[in-house]
């Protein structure tokens, strides 16, 4: 079947950039039933960065069309990374696996 989603996805490019305006860098992702058996579970050794551009390829490379969709999505800072005391260390070990994922 054919369908459409919306997903905003962020190139790491992206990320730098929104990080260095002092936006917070992510995405908010719509999928239904269907995309969401393609995609999940995101592979561990991504826990806090990348997954969103893991989805985005794989819905891809499995035909799927992407939009950016006209909506609003409430941000409430980075929830993830606060509540984990090694943010820091997850993110780095996650540019790691994402490199060697790629």
């Not at 058996?37 to 893991?54: A, C, H, K, N, T």
């Not at 990374?81 to 090694?86: K, L």
Request: charged share 25%; with cysteine; aromatic share 10%.
């Amino acid at each position: 079947p054919s369908y459409t989603i919306s997903l905003e996805v962020l190139s790491t490019a992206d990320h730098k950039r929104r990080e260095l305006k002092g936006q917070p860098a992510g995405a908010c992702t719509l999928l239904p039933k269907e995309a969401v058996r393609l995609v999940y579970p995101i592979p561990d050794g991504l826990r806090l960065w990348f997954g969103d551009e893991y989805m985005y390829g794989k819905l891809k490379s499995e035909g799927w069309k992407i939009v950016q969709g006209e909506f609003n999505a409430y941000h409430y800072g980075s929830l993830s990374i606060a509540s984990n005391p090694e943010s820091n260390e997850v993110i780095a070990q996650d540019k790691l696996n994402w490199a060697a994922m790629r």
